[in-house]
């Protein structure tokens, strides 16, 4: 990142796997908040989840080293936002 801040993107590669509707996915944590991402490469289906977050916020595909906006991926209609508050518990 330029502007100084500290790193706010991650991808959750030591999760199990998640499958979903038949498809493949991983966790990104991006901005504060978390993310279900197709775990394919748009360029030749590489598995995403073993790449790296460079830094410009580009998840970098292990396979062909094609890099992918975060902003994008979150972007398709395939990623699934996860809400926090949905599993919250209850203080006493």
């Known amino acids: 990142m330029t502007d ?4 706010s993107s991650w991808i959750g590669r030591d999760l199990p796997p998640i499958r979903r ?11 504060g908040a978390l993310y279900l ?7 030749r289906g590489g ?9 410009q916020d580009r998840i970098v ?3 062909h080293h094609n890099a992918y906006a975060i902003e994008a991926l979150i972007a398709r209609p395939t990623t ?3 809400d926090e508050t949905a599993n919250a518990s209850v203080q006493a």
Not at 21 to 31: A, E, K, L, S, W
Not at 37 to 43: A, E, G, I, L, R
Request: net charge positive; hydrophobic share 30%; with cysteine.
């Open 37 to 43: 991402v197709h775990n394919q490469c748009p360029h």
């Open 47 to 55: 598995a995403l989840k073993f790449g790296y977050v460079d830094g």
């Open 80 to 82: 699934l936002r996860l």
């Open 61 to 63: 595909c292990p396979l």
């Open 21 to 31: 509707d038949g498809r493949d996915y991983f966790v990104v944590g991006h901005r």
């Open 4 to 7: 100084g801040a500290p790193h």
